[in-house]
């Protein structure tokens, strides 16, 4: 019998100590769920923060300055709206085209002298069309045509400006 009660206290400690670390173990767990959770949480409001971010520079982000870019649509066509012949010389800048914002592109053809060009709207804070001279602009060579596309230089003020002599030239802008 007393062996029995022995055998009975044994059990019963094992079972106890059975019990209980079976205890420990759910108490851990939830706590490690409860954690877990809690770690899971903050990451998903971290990314609700970040996409709330996204969407809404997306949609407040104001398109500067875009107003003036715009090319003819691959496949579209654009119609004849000013055609001018003007004469340029060294001594005085003239504009050629004033700013709008339908423009597609803008053609200059000199004829035999050659040009600088500056494109450039100072009202958007483009000063370089107010530094034109003879050694300061872009080049454009005697007797040659060339494309300006708004998808490029915009539509912004263009001003001319003879490189070395008074010549003629055509300028042209299609919308």
């Known amino acids: 019998m007393e062996r029995a009660w022995r055998l009975h ?18 108490l851990v767990t939830k706590k490690m769920k409860r ?12 990314i609700g923060f970040v996409l709330t971010g996204i969407l809404v520079f997306n949609f407040a982000k104001k398109d500067v300055g875009n107003t003036a870019l715009k090319g003819a649509p ?5 119609v004849l709206a000013v055609a001018t012949t003007t004469a340029v ?15 597609t592109t803008r053609v200059l053809s000199t ?4 040009i600088m060009v500056l494109y450039g709207d100072p009202t958007n804070g483009d000063l370089s069309s107010t530094t034109i001279t003879s050694m ?3 080049w454009q060579g005697a007797s040659t045509t060339q494309a300006y596309d708004a998808g490029i230089y915009g539509c912004g003020r263009m001003i001319v ?5 008074s010549t003629t030239i055509t300028a042209t802008e299609f919308r």
């Open 9 to 26: 206290q044994i059990l019963s400690k094992e079972l106890e100590a059975a019990t209980l670390l079976r205890s420990a173990f759910l």
């Open 35 to 46: 954690e877990n959770l809690i770690a899971i949480g903050f990451v998903l409001v971290g």
């Open 74 to 78: 691959q496949g579209l066509y654009s």
């Open 89 to 103: 010389g060294p001594q005085e800048k003239k504009t050629v085209f004033a700013s709008n914002t339908s423009c």
């Open 111 to 114: 004829v035999g002298q050659a």
């Open 136 to 138: 300061a602009g872009h």
């Open 161 to 165: 400006l003879g490189v070395a002599a």
